[in-house]
């Protein structure tokens, strides 16, 4: 195992640092139980982060040994993330029943075409498939990044087209994932273009420090109190309703 | 062109896309003005036997010059009842948790209209934008109106919250 200076250390520590702050407000505000999935994420990432410590102290193991655990951590930390965005899909859609129908089908709709354009990009771009780190770093990190990355595109750009608002941390979510989705899909496209050591100690600094901003998004829109317009239901009257829709009824049909 | 290089210049555009939409998000969560829409005049640019008159009197290309016209014309009001249905959609969905269940069920009422109402003004836009784009081709009155006709459930909302609020007005 290597020695990394301090912002490597740092880089590494102080987001799990804050995930577990995290959690606790997530608990202490009662959010864990409105997003599971992110909970169950955060919770997640700080185990794999305390694993990851204990077996970086551990000398009996080797780097390849190191990599595997890690690549079956990555494995189930990017299953929670498909569970995110669909969980936030699912709370942007909840406040708005009529069209809960339209955010299944365009979710569906999004994830099957994302799924067929990311196969197809990566039979284009990759060349070398040599061994299950390759194969983790040219197809499977990337196809994930370009899905999750694409829902995420389709989500705000869907709210943007239905004029939804968003609640705090949904928008926080989507925000944070969105841009470690984006410099993990740039990153890992370049090592698989130029190969997996390319630029490795920058690309490392990058992803690791895009990542600590994430949190911290996500941190603040946990912690954010929501604001809510003023409404009166005064605004409504039936009989202006009613009347309302005969003119235009009539105005309509002849 | 590197293949590598596309899927970065794909990332780069999204995580712009994203930072837009974002900010955009951010911006709007303050709007509350409404739009007067004159549903009288819109009706009468939406007419399709009014179309039907102008395409069987003008020449092609006047036809399509004046059709042209009235298309911006419908656009800006669609535009403006799309608006209106995004502020009633903020206002409602802040009021949806709210400790009074009068309050809350109103603000239920008008979420679910007005995201009814706000798909098929949008709809209606991408409409209006492909007619404006082709002006010569013939826009069945389902094309534009049918959307339309589904915005009548809320336009009531819509014109009560007008006078309830400070108004606009469709230029």
Known sequence: ?254 | MNAGLILVVCAILALGFLSWMAWKTRSRRNLRDLYDIDLQAFENLACADEEKFLRTRLRGGEFRRIQRERLRATMEYVSGIAHNAEVLLQMGSSALRDSDPAVANAAKHVVDEASKLRLNAQVARVKLLTAMLWPGIRIEPSGVLEPYRKLKSIAAVLEVANSHLGTVHVA
């Open chain 1, 1 to 254: 195992m290597s020695n990394y200076g301090f912002w490597y250390n740092y880089l590494w520590i102080a987001p799990h640092v804050l995930l577990a702050g995290l959690c606790i407000l997530l608990l202490q505000r009662k959010l864990a139980r409105e997003y599971p999935a992110f909970f169950a994420y955060t919770v997640y990432e700080c185990f794999q982060f305390i694993l990851g410590l204990a077996l970086y102290r551990y000398k009996g193991i080797t780097d390849d040994q190191y990599m595997e655990i890690y690549l079956i951590g990555a494995c189930i930390s990017s299953l929670l993330r498909f569970a995110i965005v669909y969980e936030v899909f699912r709370h942007l859609f909840h406040d708005y029943p009529v069209l809960s129908t339209f955010g299944k089908i365009l979710y569906r709709w999004s994830a099957a075409l994302l799924v067929l354009a990311s196969v197809i990009l990566i039979a284009w771009t990759t060349q070398d498939l040599q061994n299950h780190v390759s194969i983790w770093v040219n197809v499977v990190d990337r196809m994930v990044c370009i899905i999750q990355l694409g829902l995420l595109v389709v989500l705000f750009g869907a709210s943007r087209f239905l004029g939804f608002s968003w609640r705090n941390l949904s928008f926080g979510i989507a925000l944070g994932l969105g841009l470690f989705a984006a410099v993990e899909l740039a990153v890992t496209a370049v090592r698989a273009a130029y190969g997996p050591a390319t630029m490795i100690v920058f690309f490392n600094y990058f992803t690791m420090g895009t990542y600590h901003v994430c949190v911290m998004i996500w941190l603040f829109y946990a912690w954010a109190p929501e604001r809510y317009m003023t409404f009166s239901p005064l605004a409504v009257r039936e009989n202006t309703l009613e009347g309302w829709n005969l003119a235009l009824k009539r105005v309509i049909e002849r």
